[in-house]
């Protein structure tokens, strides 16, 4: 299929995981990114401690540990995902995935008696280490890196300010705040959010439509993605027809 045949999904995460993310794209779109995070990694202050088991909310946590030449081999780590612990498994961790959200490792944590490190960046949601804490645990928390905030590219823009059908799936609420900033109004933009926390951000947005996955995973949103992108195919036969 021609790429001008091809429906646009606009791809807003950092760019590494955009580009990972594309590769699991329905031929039928074309990837445009245009990510509105850029991970910038913090000077270090400290680092965890060996008998710590560390707490990974994204794989940016565990991208910036290893940039910290920290020993970690072998050392525990519960992760919100099963991207995020395949990352740290191959790290060197002994990882092991919540396959959920924020309050699916909190409750994976609570199995387990500590202490904990939630490393995490500057921006972050779920209260974690607060709730492990006044559940009666030790846990600290280890800011490794920020999430600058960028505009969407030309080229984002200038498909949102037409007629034509794209898709944009939202990973986060922050980013999903972002993007309702830099395009309040998209009337042909079919949006596949990854929670309901996700959708709840745009609700003051104007857009074709807003959907969200069936599981705070990828893979759910993929799919969520594909059968919205079967829908826009059915609708534009009908209209050709």
């Known amino acids: 299929m021609s790429a001008q045949h091809r429906v646009p999904v606009i791809l807003t995460r950092a760019l590494a995981q955009a580009e990972r993310f594309a ?19 913090l000077p270090v202050q ?3 401690n060996a008998s710590e088991i560390l707490l990974f909310t994204s794989e940016n946590g565990v991208m910036s540990i290893a940039a910290t030449g920290a020993a970690h081999s072998g050392q525990m780590a519960l992760c919100v995902g099963k991207r995020t612990a395949e990352v740290a498994q191959a790290a060197g961790f002994d990882a092991t995935s919540a396959d959920g959200s924020a309050a699916d490792l909190i409750q994976l944590a609570l199995t387990t008696s500590g202490p904990f490190t939630h490393v995490r960046g500057v921006h972050t949601r779920g209260d974690i280490a607060e709730t492990l804490r006044a559940a009666g645990y030790t846990c600290r928390e280890l800011v490794l890196y920020d ?46 959010c990854l929670s309901t926390s996700v959708a709840d951000a745009l609700s003051t947005g104007s857009y074709a439509s807003v959907s969200t996955s069936r599981a705070p995973r990828a893979d759910a949103l993929l799919s969520e993605l ?15 027809g």
């Open 226 to 240: 594909s059968d919205r992108l079967r829908a826009i195919r059915l609708e534009a036969k009908g209209v050709s």
């Open 23 to 41: 590769e699991t794209l329905p031929t039928e779109t074309q990837a445009v990114f245009s990510p509105l995070l850029e991970i910038l990694l």
């Open 147 to 192: 999430q600058i905030e960028r505009p969407l590219s030309a080229e984002a823009s200038d498909i949102l300010s037409t007629d034509q059908p794209c898709l944009v799936p939202l990973f986060s609420r922050r980013t999903a705040k972002l993007f309702l900033r830099e395009q309040p109004k998209a009337v042909s933009a079919h949006i596949i």
């Open 46 to 48: 400290d680092r965890p």
